[in-house]
């Protein structure tokens, strides 16, 4: 039998979250989003205080804590493995910003809320409906309390209007796993599943309807513990955005906008009709609403800010056209990008080609829209449409939003901590596939980057290896016997080709970007 902790408060804690970089919780691309919303930012360049509520093995935090080394960084989380694996990272990192706290949100307001200062920035990936309404009330008096004036919160949820439909397989999941109290879940899971799999083969109105049989089969390319955590929790509970709103509200905040550009840009994500409709709601709550309705949306990354004063209109133009840098942040492989997959919406937006070519060839620099604006070609549309095809490539995570002074001459300070960083991480690759994003000091962001790029770095970084043969034999070492999805690179070619490949893109272009960016 297994023992059932009793600190737990029926969150899943036997089976770690997954480990990964949100580039949404970052502060730059925070406030940027804050300023396309028409509110002043607070100052980047000087200290701020930034939390972060159920941090989860912390490796966001532990980025932005190293890309940010004169703020101070905060994070929460109540399961000891996620906070033991965060502070030997802040600790082989060097890392003298970060704090982390190993307890609950009810320890937090009820006992440790003088250990935290006011905060400019609090983030909840993942949390807000995933915990209890007691637990979601807890975040909301820390955040009234904790959250400066002027301070920004960025919160995500999963959305009713998308969810609704697997509210009851979310309960199936939970009532059956409840009957093998013995097993571990993730055995959980996957027994439960496979007796799922069965129903819908016998015939079960429910699980063959098209929503559901879509989940079920996206279900074998998930990672179990995004499934366990997802499905198995007790009070998982979708929410309405009026419902957030309201808890918001409590603490007295106010709703931005999406944690996403394109949101701003109602004309990329809805037809005529729809925007017809939208238009006919004389109140931003009701649009808002009805939006998730209009695109059935299953997941929301919501900034709310405490009192912010929207800026007048020439102030905002003058900042955002002209301090707002933008960088793209990878090295472009292939040309799929023209036709952008919007991603709430079953639309897709083209760019013109020329325009496109254009941008990637003026923004490996950072540059202000400004500043493109005098370039040829791109000085032939207005500057509020390049920046509606900006936030298309921000959403698509090709290009990075800069507010802060960045010094990419300054090729000590930032390559110091990219140095220690990448390496570790490459190394790291050679046993697990965890930690999978690089730091791009210059451009205040980080990269993902697959586990054979990852191991072509460790080859010839931490291993100093410079022939081909050597560095393939490296790859392959460490590949062999481990479970790699080689489809998910390229379905037509074999492994071998995959390698060679995967080692030359790598070499060729990677090398480069990451030399300029300050990860090598
Ligand atoms: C779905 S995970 C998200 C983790 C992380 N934000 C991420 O996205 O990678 C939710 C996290 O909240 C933590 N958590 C859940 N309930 C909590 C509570 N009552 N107090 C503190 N942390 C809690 C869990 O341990 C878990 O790490």
Redesign the pocket.
Known sequence: MIPISTW??G?I?DIN????F?FHQSPDFLNFCCLLYGYEPFDLNTTFNYC??????G??IILLASLYPHANFYA????PD?IVFANSLKKYFNLDNIKFFN????E?VDEKLEEFPEFNMIT????FS??SHE?RN?IIEFTRKKLKAGGILNVSYNNMCGWFMRIPFQRLIIDFAKLFPEIISAKKVEIVINLIRKMQQAGSEYFNSPAIKKTLGKMDEMSINYIV??YLNEDWQPLFFSEVCSYMHNAKLKYLGMADPIWYFNDLLFNDNQLKVLNEFRSMYMREIAKDYILRLAFRKDIYIKGGVMLPRDIYYKKMFNKVKFVLNKPIEDDKMYKIDLDYTKRRANINRGILNKLFEELTLPKTIEELMECSILNSIKDKELLRIISMLIHKNIVTPIISNVDINDNKKNSKIGKIINRFIAKDARYRNELKHFLIPKFKTAMNVNIIKRLVYDAIINEEKDDINDILLHVKLFLKNRSINWKAFDENKSKDEILNKEISECIEKFFPFWEKVGAL
């Not at 972060?52 to 093995?57: A, D, I, K, Q, S």
């Not at 929460?76 to 399961?79: C, E, G, K, S």
Request: with cysteine; proline share 0%; aromatic share 18%.
């Open positions: 737990s408060e969150y804690t979250y997954t480990t990964n949100y972060e509520l159920g941090c989860g093995n490796f966001t929460i989380d109540f399961n996620h307890i609950s949100f009810k937090t909840l990936h993942g949390v995933w915990v637990n807890r955590h997802e």
